[in-house]
């Protein structure tokens, strides 16, 4: 069985690796290139847990191929903070004890980030909406709104 | 397990080819959000996938003739971040918006809404009430078709195998034209429609509806065209008496099921109800664009 050799940048970094078809870029991601960050929820897009970003565009990755991946850049949670220096948003979750288990935090980032990325100031609506595709089952989400609105704030004043 | 080949053609003429030539099953690729969890649940086992999201006509949203064209494989946050077309359209817009998250509409694409062919799609019978019309390519060249006469049953459609809907056309705008879609969910987001109501309709200079088109989804095997609802309409002011008509017109055409998200009884009310609050939204957006 022959597989596919993909060639993609991660993070900023090119990399490339070898799937079957059917593999989804969640489990690429995860298996194959050892980037645990994304996590698995229910498999079937309903959750967002393993939300990333494909060209920019907010996906979850367990409903894309890895072999999509082809000349896309893909951005993880491990690409979030610079060096030992935290993203706005994940500091301003530990701050305002925006998780609990912290299964859904990486994909709650990635989405967050990419909401303030086209809205640097999106009302709490705004943001409950745009968060409607990510489950928590521990925070009951105030907190989780609090630090994205907390963070898009601090953002945009630096 | 199966090998599954992978292909990405870059001309409607080699994606028509791969599907001709496959000796097993083969699916065309676009968002993947229904397909892939098909596959992976097991109901679905292809041997070829297509992926044909490198096709230039699939994914292009353009401007022709006056009306749109948009790719059947554009993503919908393509469709509802193109500002043109959500002015033209806000009751297609809406639709699409209704889909899925965020993310899911980071990939799903119209076109797959419509060939899933579920009878609770939320873009087809905005569509439908557009008047859009879908080009469609296959080993027989090149067809049209109107977006009504393709779904004609849950996971059935009326294309042949091999065929591919490439676009869909939306006619020019005429001024003092809206269109509007409501649906109904037990939850605010993230869920399937219980019923879904598509308006378009268009007043001449004094404010009588002389065109209209209604259609309803999620209350038969597929989304309906409703001619008697949308003739409720025409030649009256929109007033309270013909949208009442227009709400029973539409009541009388539904053929629901009954399921855990709605009884037949409820279905048939609340596809009246949505048909006149759309119908409504739709007669205030014509009135603005006049």
Not at chain 1, 110 to 119: D, P, V, Y
Not at chain 2, 55 to 72: C, H, Y
Request: charged content about 20%.
């Amino acid at each position: 069985m022959s597989k596919h050799h993909v060639t993609t940048t991660l993070n900023g970094n090119a990399v490339e690796f070898l799937c079957d078809t059917q593999q989804t870029l969640l489990e690429v991601l995860r298996d194959e290139l050892h980037h645990t960050g994304t996590k698995e929820g229910c498999g079937t897009g309903d959750c967002g847990a393993c939300s990333v970003t494909v060209d920019g565009r907010l996906v979850c990755s367990c409903l894309v191929l890895g072999v999509e991946a082809q000349g896309k850049s893909i951005q993880t949670i491990e690409g979030m903070a610079q060096g030992t220096s935290l993203h706005p948003l994940q500091r301003k979750f530990l701050e305002h004890a925006a998780l609990q288990c912290g299964v859904c935090t990486p994909g709650i980032l990635i989405a967050a980030r990419a909401l303030l990325a086209r809205n640097p100031d999106p009302s709490e609506e705004e943001v409950r909406f745009w968060l409607a595709g990510n489950l928590c089952r521990c925070t009951g989400y105030n907190k989780i709104i609090e630090a994205v609105l907390d963070a898009a704030h601090e953002m945009r004043g630096s | 397990m199966n090998e599954i080949l992978y292909e990405t053609p870059q001309t409607l003429e080699s994606a028509v080819a791969l599907l001709a030539g496959a000796s097993g099953q083969a699916r065309v690729l676009a968002g993947g959000t229904d397909l892939l969890i098909q596959m992976r649940a097991g109901r679905v086992m292809p041997g070829l996938l297509v992926d044909i999201k490198g096709i230039p006509e699939m994914t292009a949203i353009v401007a022709e003739s006056g009306g749109f064209r948009f790719g059947a494989a554009a993503t919908c946050m393509e469709l509802i971040e193109h500002e043109a077309f959500a002015k033209e359209w806000p009751g297609v817009t809406d639709a699409v918006k209704l889909i899925g998250s965020i993310q899911v509409k980071g990939r799903a694409t119209v076109g797959g809404n419509l060939c899933n062919a579920s009878p609770a799609a939320d873009s087809v019978p905005a569509l439908i009430a557009a008047g859009a019309v879908a080009r469609i390519v296959g080993p027989g060249g090149k067809r049209e078709a109107r977006v009504e006469d393709i779904p004609v049953g849950p996971g059935k459609t009326s294309l042949a195998d091999g065929e591919i809907v490439i676009s869909f056309y939306l006619p020019p705008r005429s001024a003092r034209s809206g269109d509007a879609y409501l649906r109904f969910t037990p939850r605010t987001e993230m869920d399937i429609a219980v019923v879904g109501a598509g308006v378009n309709l268009t007043l001449d200079e004094t404010g009588i509806c002389n065109q209209a088109r209604v259609s309803l989804g999620a209350v038969a095997e597929r989304a309906l065209l409703v001619p008697e609802a949308a003739a409720a309409l025409i030649g009256t002011k929109v007033d309270d008496d013909a949208l009442q008509r227009l709400a029973a017109a539409a009541s009388a055409a539904c053929r629901p099921i009954a399921d855990k998200r709605g009884t037949r009884e409820f279905r048939i009310e609340v596809a009246g109800v949505l048909a006149r609050r759309a119908a409504g939204i739709a007669l205030d957006r014509a009135r603005r664009n006049s």
